[in-house]
């Protein structure tokens, strides 16, 4: 990734070299989002249980990109800057809780928006982009607490006062069958007072799929899939899961009755070597809840299995898509993309949610599948790369493989064709996820580097530490790692008015 913008000129080459690349004029494009999505499918490896069939076929129809990383590792940022291209101190979106991109001075032009404008018939669903006016179609479904209505998790004003208690208790109703919430039977470590459910809950629901919002985004995909249009397709379908709560259906959780989960390794003392500030943004529930509330409730297994039931519901709907597309007139000529905007701790680091600088929160899943009229331009497919990249690449590398016409505004990522051709070639990139001014996370391709907004910092060597288990600031053979490392980070610890 390069904080240095793209300009007209780097775009114009790249749009007459787009043809060396692309057999077919006009190639469409499914992009797949999925919510909260860390490492944990079969292709990453980032946990044994995780079963990914379809996410695993993917990556063997393509390229995996194996270190690639979020701009911010929140909701809200992450995704305002993969669909402008641009990094949170350019966007001017820090956070979840911060301003929104139709908000500010400077009207955005969006990744759909540059599709549009070439022609492409730009179609969205699901959890995707901060505007989805963007999309000239737009299917919305209510998908945080389905197989709820919103109105369902309304705690009565006699149910409110139990919510921060140890025996919280909202009844609802469905199906003619009577469940309580939370699910988990934990008390709520953020919002004690708020009428709304707990999302730190998680558990099955014995209801249908088609229930969930997730399915119903997938059947109205796949019915703009079997529609044929002389016009080139952009289709964006944003899943929901595993956001919390985690909650899947039923039949998704049935093999651990027999084999329960395996839990996170974690190391006791791991945050003894970090500053004040480290240890602060572990512990605080700020997007979820306190591990410590999950220890005293005996529910770490719980959340595992959940979490894993979560990802398999989701990656059989990612199945439904792919059958669909495969099924279709444009199973030849579409490029597939799936990603994830940003990872999830399940007790690492004594943390649970996003919004961290460690591995745990800023890897995504990426995988690109090149449409298979163009397959022999690139690498072989299954190619993995392990050079750092980072979600704010996938607009100027989308802008070169599509031919589309180059957005009004710089883009601060770097295209990623150079390495869908030739994936083990050594680079000079790093990755940097900020997450909120002055605190940043840098990533090479062995090095990650923290730094925080009152000057304490860490460092980690992912080949011998992947666990990031050992700080090694303050180790004088590692003062010239550390010298590099903060200057390549230097530029983005700049806040620029919006």
């Known amino acids: 990734m390069l904080l240095k913008s793209f300009s007209f000129f780097v775009f114009t080459i790249c749009l007459a070299n787009c043809g060396q690349l692309n057999a077919s004029e006009w190639a469409n494009v499914l992009f797949i989002a999925v919510d909260d999505l860390n490492d944990w499918v079969g292709c990453l490896g980032g946990h044994p249980q995780a079963e990914t069939p ?46 929104k991109l139709t908000r500010l001075r400077r009207k955005p032009f969006l990744l759909p928006d540059s599709f ?77 007072d708020d009428p709304k459910g707990e999302s730190f809950d998680w558990g099955p629901f014995d209801v249908p799929d088609g229930d969930f919002g997730d399915t119903q985004i997938t059947d109205w995909a796949i019915k703009r899939l079997q529609v044929v249009s002389t016009e080139p397709l952009f289709l964006a379908v944003g899943y929901y899961r595993p956001h919390q709560p985690l909650w899947a259906p039923k039949r998704f959780f049935e093999r651990f009755d027999n084999n329960p989960a395996i839990l996170p390794t974690v190391l006791q003392e791991d945050l003894d070597d970090l500053g004040s500030a480290g240890r602060r943004w572990a512990i605080e529930p700020v997007t979820s809840g306190s591990h410590d509330t999950v220890l005293r409730f005996q ?72 449409p298979r009229d163009v397959q022999a331009n690139l690498a072989p497919s299954g190619s993995r790369c392990d050079q750092p990249v980072n979600l704010i690449d996938l607009y100027p590398t989308l802008i070169e493989l599509c031919g589309l016409k180059a957005p009004p505004h710089d883009l601060d990522g770097a295209s990623l064709v150079p390495l869908l051709r030739k994936p083990d070639q050594v680079t000079k990139r790093c990755s940097v996820t900020m997450f909120g001014p002055g605190n940043g996370s840098l990533r090479t391709d062995r090095w990650r580097f923290i730094c925080y907004s ?36 230097a530029p983005y610890l700049v806040d620029n008015d919006q």
């Open 299 to 370: 529910q770490w297994r719980g959340a595992v299995e959940s979490y894993l039931a979560c990802v398999s519901y989701v990656d059989h709907e990612i199945g439904r898509l792919l059958n669909a597309i495969d099924e279709s007139s444009m199973a030849d000529n579409t490029w597939i993309v799936l990603w994830s905007d940003h990872g999830w701790h399940l007790g690492e680091k004594q943390h649970w949610g996003k919004w961290t600088g460690w591995e745990r929160s800023t890897r995504v899943p990426l995988i690109m599948v090149p």
């Open 54 to 99: 379809h996410i695993d076929e993917l990556a063997r129809r393509g390229m995996l990109f194996a270190n690639a990383h979020c701009a911010a590792p929140a909701c809200t940022p992450s995704r305002a800057s993969l669909f402008t291209g641009q990094m949170p101190q350019n966007t001017g979106v820090w956070s979840n809780a911060g301003p």
């Open 116 to 192: 549009r404008r070439s022609g492409y018939r730009t179609l969205g669903t699901g959890k995707l982009g901060p505007n989805k006016s963007c999309f000239q179609e737009f299917f919305d479904v209510h998908q945080r607490w389905s197989p709820l209505s919103s109105e369902a998790v309304e705690y009565t004003p006699a149910e409110l006062p139990s919510k921060g208690s140890d025996n919280p208790r909202h009844v609802v109703t469905l199906r003619e069958q009577q469940y309580v919430l939370p699910l988990n039977r934990m008390p709520s470590d953020r919002t004690p």
């Open 454 to 489: 009152d000057g304490s910092e860490e460092l980690y060597d992912l080949s011998a530490d992947p666990r990031e288990w050992v700080n090694l600031v303050g180790k004088s053979e590692y003062r010239k790692v550390l010298a590099k490392l903060r200057a390549q980070m």
